[in-house]
């Protein structure tokens, strides 16, 4: 073998990428992570941002719980190695009107899967939301919120620690198959692998294209408001938080209030609409948010979070990758046996995950075949995909 090759080559080290990586390394594959950006973690794609949720009643669909069952215990494996808290227990208040799809599905889900939800009528945290007389509130109690940059650190770091290498700053170009290798062509070398990775977030489409999978980005906008009493909203106080209703396109969700160095960002509240927006090209994002397009969104925020139109101090951008039923996509790319694996369309709902995806993603490389549930997961629901 020559000098560049590695058993294993991962072709984005974000979210997926970085925990990838890291299960890899302690599996003893020599890997080799690529970053296009110079830095890891970075803010044009879709894994920073302060805070993400972590909850367990999922609604999208049951075949989840299991892998965050998982998934739950992944970080909590992550915190025990390194010494560092990355998951914060804060419950989650859902608050909907009592017939909606979410409200029925998270009730659902409880009972399926004994997890713990309580009615949250009477909770101080309450007043911060309109409501209507149909409206039911519930607290999950084991969901909470991560910290993503220093999940994806950490995972680094212990790649770093087990013997993978991190390239920063280099690009995949393009790959093909050749005499049962795959090679790899970044904008600075040739590489070899007996196998490849492609957990390249809202650029995958473009790496991948063998055949073109069905994925839309979509540039989301994310802001943080300053309450007018911080210390009503602090985490030990106050929940993250999800509000649907029957006017509304997806759903309105936030966290409590985060700032210090704990929780390094902006201070203040932070929300956003989940809901796959304008769709946009990676590589030619808009970034800056204009001064109507931010009124727009706090005045809809504000009919359900009434902090949402006190002061704002941060706008960012983040970006989706929805798949055309929302659900990941997690396999072998279909025309080249096992060589190739994909980790994609987590349309706006996977960091959670993260923890659990890249222990998928090392047994199917390493070992070929993983425990985990991730059928539901297959390329092949994609009717005009199959092979």
């Not at 925990?19 to 970053?35: H, I, N, Q, W």
């Not at 890891?40 to 949720?53: C, D, K, L, M």
């Not at 659902?108 to 149909?134: M, W």
């Not at 795959?182 to 294209?209: E, P, R």
Request: charged share 20%; proline share 5%.
């Amino acid at each position: 073998m020559t000098t560049n090759y590695y058993d294993v080559i991962v072709a984005g080290a974000g979210t997926m990428g970085a925990a990838t990586c890291s299960f890899l390394a302690a599996k003893g594959s020599k890997v080799l992570g690529f970053e296009q950006f110079d830095q890891v973690p970075h803010e044009n794609g879709s894994h920073t941002g302060q805070s993400r949720i972590i909850r367990k009643a999922y609604f999208e669909h049951p075949d989840y719980i299991p892998l965050l069952q998982r998934a739950y215990l992944n970080w909590h494996k992550l915190e025990q190695v390194t010494s560092e808290q990355v998951y914060f227990k804060t419950g989650l208040l859902y608050c909907g009107p009592s017939n909606h799809k979410v409200i029925k599905a998270v009730k659902e889900a409880s009972v399926n899967f004994n997890i713990a939800l309580d009615n949250a009528e009477g909770q101080p945290c309450l007043s911060a939301f309109s409501r209507n007389d149909d409206t039911e509130v519930i607290l999950e109690h084991d969901a909470g919120f991560l910290l993503p940059e220093k999940c994806i650190s950490l995972y680094i770091e212990q790649a770093k620690k087990n013997g993978a290498v991190i390239h920063t700053g280099e690009k995949v170009i393009e790959w093909s198959r050749s005499k049962g290798m795959i090679k790899v062509q970044t904008n600075k070398c040739t590489y070899s692998t007996h196998k490849l990775i492609i957990t390249a977030g809202a650029w995958a489409d473009k790496l991948i294209n063998k055949p073109a999978l069905p994925l839309k980005v979509t540039r989301q906008v994310v802001i943080w408001a300053e309450p007018s009493n911080p210390s009503f909203y602090l985490p030990e106080k106050f929940p993250c938080w999800l509000v649907v209703d029957h006017n509304l396109k997806g759903a309105w969700y936030g966290f409590p209030y985060l700032s210090g160095v704990q929780f390094p960002g902006p201070a203040g509240l932070k929300f956003a609409l989940h809901y796959p927006a304008d769709e946009t090209d990676p590589d030619d994002v808009k970034r800056e948010v204009t001064n109507s397009e931010l009124k727009s969104i706090i005045d809809v925020a504000g009919k359900y979070f009434s902090p949402a139109a006190e002061k704002i101090v941060a706008v960012k951008t983040c970006l989706y990758t929805n798949s055309p039923d929302e659900n990941f996509i997690i396999d072998r790319l279909h025309g080249f046996e096992d060589k190739v694996l994909i980790a994609c369309g987590f349309s706006g709902h996977g960091f959670k995950f993260a923890s659990v995806v890249g222990e998928i993603l090392a047994d199917l490389a390493a070992d070929s075949k993983t425990d985990l549930p991730v059928e539901f997961l297959n390329i092949s629901r994609f009717n005009n995909l199959q092979s």
